[in-house]
């Protein structure tokens, strides 16, 4: 068995809470909607009319579920249009609100150990990233770590779909076996990486089963509770 050169890796939920970003991201969004465009604000409060204009979108462009940036900024812009400014205004209000949401976006919090895991791995391996949703590695200072980055949203299709996986093996120039993927998905990560023939590393700690609503089934190589675990995790695929 070739030795592994190359870990790709999830980033929410994997390296940090999602909830807590994406909830403070919304906050901060919708803080900044009050302000500049305060009428809005009540269609977010009434849920069921921004998920009917977010679902309409998905209709009209189905590919859009795999840009989350567009998909959240064209929102607001539906939602915005819909209080009656013009398309102008209502395109200008909508980046303005995307931006704010996007920098709170990157306030990340770390999982303990996630950033002493990817310095001691990136000394001995090839690292890089693998996510469908938008938060961009190198806007985190993660290029210190990871020399490549692939998103749904560039790859035009996010996990499970192979594409990700197979751009990250046809950029190092690697088989599968020599590659690991770390996540905490049981289908978008675990299952979709081995698909394609790559080892895993299954994250799966008390917050990430809090997020679970029923249990799962998989195999994944080597399954961790924290990342304090995940250079110990790697030795073992090394030593199969
Ligand atoms: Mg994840």
């Known amino acids: ?7 790709t890796f999830d980033l929410d939920n994997t390296l940090w809470d999602v909830r807590t970003v994406i909830g403070n991201a919304e906050h901060r969004m919708r803080a900044w909607l ?7 604000i009540e269609l977010y409060e009434d849920g069921a009319v921004i998920q009917q204009i977010r679902d309409e979108l998905i209709s009209e462009q189905p590919a859009v579920v795999h840009d989350l940036s567009t998909l959240r900024e064209e929102v607001v812009f539906r939602a915005v249009r819909r209080c009656g400014r013009n398309e102008n205004a209502a395109r200008q ?7 704010e949401f996007f920098e709170a976006r990157h306030e990340v919090e770390y999982f303990d150990g996630a950033l002493e895991a990817l310095a001691a791995l990136s000394k001995r391996y090839t690292l890089g990233s693998l996510t469908n949703g938008n938060a961009d590695a190198k806007k985190l200072r993660l290029d210190r770590f990871f020399s490549f980055n692939f998103t749904a949203a560039g790859v035009g299709i996010g996990k499970p779909a192979p594409d990700m996986f197979q751009a990250a093996l046809r950029h190092n120039g690697v088989s599968a076996d020599a590659a ?6 049981p289908v978008d990560d675990i299952q979709a990486a081995q698909n394609v023939g790559m080892h895993t590393v299954w994250t799966n700690g008390p917050v990430q089963r809090s997020m679970r609503r029923s249990e799962v089934v998989i195999e994944p190589t080597v399954e961790i509770e924290e990342l304090a675990e995940l250079t110990g995790a790697i030795e073992q695929i090394e030593a199969l």
């Open 1 to 7: 068995m070739p030795r592994i050169r190359v870990i």
């Open 34 to 40: 009050a302000e500049h465009v305060p009428e809005v």
């Open 93 to 99: 209000l909508a980046q303005g609100a995307f931006c």
């Open 180 to 185: 690991v993927h770390i996540g905490d998905h």
